[in-house]
């Protein structure tokens, strides 16, 4: 089974900060990679997709990138609505998620 | 509008069973692979199962595998989670999902687009 690690597993930000986060899985993936927000008590959000495909309504302050097993969801400049937990996902053999980030206010 | 609703979670005995639906409208549900996903107390996504767009084929996860059955009726436009020989540690909101793909060189990269907005399934006695 592939295994997937993120870093950090949280991190304080204020608004207008760059944020970097790290997905890496256990083996290589290509870019079979998902990256997901989610906020307390809803449902995930998709925001990118193969690696580095923006998914339709999705701010372009998202951006994703990597191949292989290390990859990176940045958020260009912090909002107050993207205070949430960001989830990686292979989707190379079934579909594996991230133990998740959580990005909270500094 | 594409929507994804649960349905069917709630308080049962470890050992019972429950029925969870998932009632799709607003696109073809017929033409979509489905899945599955859950989300323990404070804890992080779970992918569960999946099942292809005609239910033909389906994927469990080892920790639910041979106890939870996975299937769909197009006609009704719904989605399935049969949950037998319940445990504490499947207590979690049950997320249903659509799967989407991009193609692109002969690959198809899948993903998870559209979301529910979960249903509760707590095992307790």
């Known amino acids: 089974d592939i295994q997937m690690t993120q870093s950090p597993s949280s991190l304080s930000a204020s608004v207008g900060d760059r944020v970097t986060i790290t997905c890496r899985a256990s083996?290589?993936?290509?870019?079979?990679l998902n990256w997901y927000q989610q906020k307390p008590g809803k449902a995930p959000r998709l925001l990118i997709y193969?690696?580095?495909s923006l998914q339709s309504g999705v701010p372009s302050r998202f951006s994703g990138s990597g191949s292989g097993t290390d990859f990176t969801l940045t958020i260009s400049s912090l909002q107050p609505e993207d205070f949430a937990t960001y989830y990686c996902?292979?989707?190379?053999?079934?579909?594996?998620f991230g133990p998740g980030t959580k990005v909270d206010i500094k | 509008e594409v929507q994804l609703v649960e349905s069917g979670g709630g308080l049962v005995q470890p050992g019972g069973s429950l029925r969870l639906s998932c009632a799709a409208s607003?696109?073809?549900?017929?033409?979509?692979?489905m899945h599955w996903v859950r989300q323990a107390p404070g804890q992080g996504l779970v992918w569960v199962s999946r099942?292809?767009?005609?239910?033909?084929?389906?994927s469990y996860a080892d920790s639910v595998k041979g106890r939870f059955t996975i299937s769909r009726d197009n006609a009704k436009n719904t989605l399935y989670l049969q949950m037998n020989s319940l445990r504490a540690e499947d207590t979690a909101v049950y997320y249903c999902?659509?799967?989407?793909?991009?193609?692109?060189?002969?690959?198809?990269?899948?993903?998870?687009?559209?979301w529910g907005k979960g249903t509760t399934v707590t095992v307790s006695s």
């Open positions: 999902a659509r799967t989407d793909a991009l193609s692109s060189s002969s690959r198809y990269y899948y993903y998870m687009d559209v």
């Open positions: 607003g696109f073809t549900f017929s033409s979509y692979w």
């Open positions: 099942i292809n767009s005609d239910g033909s084929s389906t």
């Open positions: 083996q290589s993936i290509s870019t079979y």
């Open positions: 193969a690696a580095s």
């Open positions: 996902q292979q989707s190379y053999s079934i579909f594996t």
